[in-house]
């Protein structure tokens, strides 16, 4: 480009403009640089020889690469989710017979605490790889896997529930294939979704760091290098200052993924909104801006990703075009064979759960109960509490368009830490103050669970109409009068929304709420998470089994009847119509 | 007669029922379109017109008959059709020009020749320069252009429209209309028919070679003529208006009227449960007012264009103030009855109790609620008991409508009320002594 000399304003905004773009290729170069070193690295250290339990070197020099080995286990579990998610969510959508029992498992799933995966993924694993450390990587990149992936998967199957008719009925008369149809109807419609819950899912990845990178097993001491055993490994030593480094890497990280990652997404993800009018709410992101100017990336895109798109889109349109799809015979009696099996597989799956569940006795089953009866009174307690501050304080910012602006990055940070780091020092504060994990595993689950809460009562004050507080004014409602006719009708569903979400969190955070290995002792209290940690490192399948299936039980029926009935309600009688 | 492009033999749909009761959208209809002719197929709604354009494109099944494209069946998507669709249906995260490129895509053709092709549709329905745009930072009527460029930029050999103008404003749908003749006139547009459904006699009557009339309950035709005014239309011209009359005669006329029915088998309906039309009191009694003050008379189709009413919205009204014998429809005419001037002139009250009588007398439905509701000790009816009533002889969709529209007749006539939470029906124990002087709040 010749810059002309007759406005020099004007060439020299091109050559800052130049620069910038050239200082972006560099950045996306080291990256690209960056990313490949990364690689090999991993890769040499997962096939290396099987170290069960490495020696976590408390020095925060050792940081950076603890960091980066869990942020590793993080993206790639992240990646088979994703995968995972989508497949899941197509076939339920699509398969009408399947569809039922699918979204039942999902429930059931969802409901299913990361730690009960633990000793059958971990077991499989390491016999799978008996020789590489991939099989001790990979379990745990599983655990991660099951707490993230559940979410997901609804989400994508919803938003292709939601796929409006016409636009259905488009891609069908002008025929297109389908990968056409997934890359231009099916993926933008569930992307934004798909953001959103990537985004809790990967929190809650943070949450659970500590839980799967480092757990004993029976009599095997599993500890794998990362900033989750880097903290566990601080808090039994009791070192303070290692684990404010710990405390700060995690944060440090988690920050950085939100900015570089989270935000660009959520930002680029606008353009997929199923709407035909263009709205002035829009997200931005700096750092996405900066690489859609980059020319880097803009050459990739048009000598790699444009022609491998090509030769997908014309070869799927070569066999494309539509017919109605009679099974065959063969594929009929396949489809059957397959049912068969998978029917086999469950009938001897329950069996052999049976067989283990003989080693249970009573005593142990009324243990159970009570403990998860102990511990439902911590989750509504845990609910109880956090609605009696995010209420009134959600409501508050949500009227206060300054408060908000101030409040609202503040406590998205704030939510965005995991709340298990910061359980060290909250434990320390706790012993110090004389109080057991009793009460104290009430905080632990409110650290993670309250956030949900005061983000959807935000949203909901923000929705109420200016007239319904002009009509309170007008009428001189009092205190009680304006929060009972206006202000919690108003945010009921958004407030059901919330409650749902941290009540499933908070189930999810008593296992590692009320069971913690610190100081090198074990301090626990009595509760069904705790039954269900100990019966891990113990490895008592009869009981972790047993308390598994009570807490699954317990959540899904509480789902059903508490909550869904409330949220129906939300949707009839308290939604904001125009 | 050349041979058609699509032709529907005996095509019905219907719903089976658990019970033998089958619930029939559309009769067994023939149906053909010939080259060269721009076919307008209008009907009230529930008339199964989208039905039907959808059937005739391969989009949904038949439940029983045949389609052929070409003379031979066909079995999914038609090959060479596109519809327009009206609610644009363009992809929101894809450009306008991405957009008209998607079904060149789906056919495997070449980037240089999608760029080329898409361009030139593009420039023919006047959005040069506006390739880059997303659908959403466009206006109505520049995403229907969108929808035509990506409809016509495949070449179809048969276009099919789905009401496209009607979710535009009505400056903006004549400009289109205008344009899209223009297009087809001089030959611009490689498609050989245009099938374009709508509920706008005018615009039928101004773009159709032929139109066809549905009926409803089941949907089937009511008639099928070609225009024979040479374009541009005047609206004004007296054949103009004697081919908008004759629709409106058609569409007001009693079923099966076996006069008016120039072809097609009139198949021989069933005594059907009675349907309520979709109408609301206070429209009603707001027509009732206007046909006073037009003393007493006026032609369907100069009150429509009065209130600036299309047939979907004036026609259940009409049916309704009929139905409770407050007016008289014939040749296009509604004409208001004694029983309909008393209402008008009365006051609030003696209106509601007046039309309590008229309800009772002639309205099976609300007869049947209250009937049902009073051998109750409790005076109160779930929902599903109706519901289950209705299904029988209507489509999930209708059945609630007509619910709706009961509870709505059923209030303003102060016969029963109905529990929207809880999901019941019930009568209010103070309606049997209701104070002269207690204004009810009612709804219109």
């Known amino acids: 480009m010749t810059a002309n000399p007759a406005s020099t304003g004007l060439s020299r905004s091109l050559i800052r403009d130049r620069s910038w773009n050239f200082f972006m290729d560099v950045i996306v170069f080291a990256v690209l640089f960056a990313s490949v070193y990364s690689i090999i690295a991993v890769a040499r250290y997962w096939f290396s020889a099987p170290v069960a339990a490495v020696q976590i070197s408390l020095s925060p020099a050792a940081l950076p ?514 | 007669m050349p041979e058609p492009l699509i032709e529907a033999r005996q095509v019905e749909k219907f719903y089976d029922q658990p019970s033998d009761n089958r619930i029939q959208v559309i009769a067994p209809l023939d149906l053909a379109v010939y080259p060269g002719e721009i076919l307008t197929l209008l009907g009230p709604s529930g008339s199964g017109k989208s039905t039907l354009l959808r059937i005739l494109t391969g989009l949904s099944d038949a439940s029983a008959g045949q389609v052929l494209w070409h003379g031979s069946p066909i079995n999914g998507p038609c090959e060479n059709v596109s519809i327009v669709f009206q609610s644009f249906a363009l992809f929101p995260w894809l450009t306008v020009l991405e957009n008209v490129e998607a079904p060149l895509k789906a056919r495997g053709v070449s980037p240089e020749g999608r760029f080329a092709r898409s361009l030139r549709m593009l420039d023919s329905v006047g959005l040069d320069g506006f390739e880059s745009a997303y659908p959403k930072e466009l206006s109505g009527g520049m995403k229907q252009r969108v929808g035509f460029a990506r409809a016509l930029v495949v070449e179809p050999e ?78 004004k011209h007296p054949r103009f208006n004697k081919i908008v009359d004759y629709i409106y005669q058609v569409l007001t006329k009693p079923d099966g009227d076996p006069a008016l029915t120039l072809s097609g088998p009139a198949t021989d309906v069933k005594t059907k449960y009675p349907m309520l039309p979709h109408a609301r009191t206070g429209g009603i009694a707001g027509f009732l007012e206007i046909l006073a003050d037009h003393n007493g008379r006026e032609d369907v189709y100069r009150m429509a264009d009065l209130l600036s009413f299309e047939i979907d919205d004036l026609l259940p009204i009409v049916e309704g103030a009929a139905l409770l014998g407050f007016v008289k429809v014939s040749e296009g005419d509604v004409e208001i009855t004694p029983a309909g001037v008393e209402f008008t002139n009365a006051p609030i009250l003696r209106q509601k109790e007046l039309f309590r009588n008229a309800a009772l007398e002639h309205v099976a439905l609300l007869k049947q609620i209250k009937r049902a509701l009073e051998s109750k000790s409790d005076h109160t009816l779930p929902d599903d008991f109706f519901h289950d009533i209705l299904d029988e002889h209507f489509t999930e969709e209708e059945t609630l409508r007509q619910l709706e529209t009961a509870i709505n007749w059923g209030r303003y006539a102060e016969l029963f009320d109905h529990d929207a939470e809880r999901k019941r029906f019930f009568i209010p124990e103070e309606t049997a002594s209701v104070p002269q002087d207690v204004e009810v709040g009612t709804e219109t």
């Open chain 2, 158 to 235: 048969v276009l099919f429209m789905d009401e496209p103008f009607s979710a535009l404003d009505v400056l903006t749908a004549e400009n289109l209309r205008s344009e899209l003749l223009e297009l087809w006139e001089d030959k611009k547009m490689p498609t050989r028919a245009v099938f374009i459904v709508t509920h706008n006699i005018e615009e039928a009557v101004l773009l159709g070679d032929r139109i066809v009339v549905l009926g409803k309950n089941p949907g089937r035709i009511r008639t099928d003529f070609r225009v024979d005014l040479p374009r541009p239309r005047d609206r």
């Open chain 1, 65 to 578: 690469r603890y960091a980066f080995y869990s942020l590793v286990r993080m993206i790639v579990a992240y990646l088979l989710s994703l995968v995972f998610a989508i497949g899941y969510g197509y076939f339920a959508a699509y398969h009408r017979r399947l569809e039922a029992p699918m979204l039942a498992l999902l429930d059931i799933l969802q409901s299913i605490p990361v730690l009960s995966f633990l000793p059958g993924v971990m077991l499989a694993m390491v016999s799978l790889f008996p020789s590489r450390q991939l099989g001790v990587e990979f379990g745990s990149i599983l655990l991660i896997f099951t707490g993230q992936v559940w979410n997901m998967a609804f989400s994508f199957y919803a938003s292709l529930k939601a796929l409006p008719r016409e636009l259905m009925e488009a891609s069908r008369v002008y025929r297109f294939g389908r990968v056409q149809r997934f890359l231009q109807l099916e993926l933008p419609q569930g992307a934004i979704g798909l953001v959103w819950n990537s985004m809790v899912s990967v929190a809650g990845g943070w949450f659970f760091l500590m839980a799967c990178e480092m757990f004993v097993l029976g009599k095997r001491d599993f500890r794998l290098p990362g900033l989750g055993s880097y903290l566990q490994s601080a808090a039994s030593a009791g070192d303070s200052t290692a684990i404010s480094w710990g405390i700060a890497a995690m944060i440090g990280v988690v920050v950085l993924i939100d900015q570089l990652v989270w935000r660009p997404a959520i930002a680029w993800s606008d353009k997929f909104k199923l709407e035909q009018v263009d709205s002035s709410s829009a997200h931005s992101s700096p750092v996405l801006n900066l690489l859609r100017k980059s020319p880097l990336l803009g050459r990739l895109r048009a000598g790699i990703s444009t022609p491998l798109m090509e030769r997908l889109y014309s070869s799927s349109a070569r066999h494309a075009p539509e017919t109605k799809t009679d099974l065959s015979n063969p594929q009929k009696l396949f489809a059957v064979l397959a049912g068969i099996l998978a029917l086999l597989l469950i009938l001897l799956g329950v069996f052999q759960g049976l067989l283990v569940l003989k080693a249970i006795t009573r005593a142990d089953i009324v243990i159970t109960l009570e403990s998860a009866g102990a511990t439902f009174l911590r989750v509504v307690a845990a609910l109880v509490i956090a609605s009696a501050w995010t209420i009134p304080a959600g409501v508050a910012i949500g009227f206060n368009p300054r408060l908000a602006r101030i409040a609202q990055p503040l406590a998205q940070i704030a939510a965005s830490v995991p709340a298990t780091a910061l359980f060290p020092v909250l434990l320390l504060g706790l012993i110090s103050l004389g109080g057991g994990l009793n009460t104290g595993s009430i905080l632990l689950m409110l650290l993670g669970t309250q956030w949900y809460i005061l983000f959807n009562v935000i949203a909901g004050a923000i929705a109420i109409p200016s007239e319904f507080r002009e009509v309170a004014d007008i009428f001189h409602f009092s205190r009680v009068e304006r929060w009972r006719t206006v202000i919690l009708p108003a945010i009921f569903p958004y407030l059901v929304t919330g409650l749902v979400t941290a009540s499933g969190g908070a189930w999810n955070a008593s296992i590692v709420a009320e069971y913690f290995h610190f100081k090198g002792q074990v301090l626990s209290t009595f509760g069904l998470g705790a039954e269900i940690s100990s019966a891990t490192d113990a490895g008592n399948f009869a009981v972790l089994l047993l308390s598994t299936i009570v807490m699954a039980t317990l959540v899904v029926s509480v789902n059903r009847l508490v909550w869904r009935p409330l949220y129906r309600r939300a949707e009839t009688r308290y939604r904001l119509e125009a």
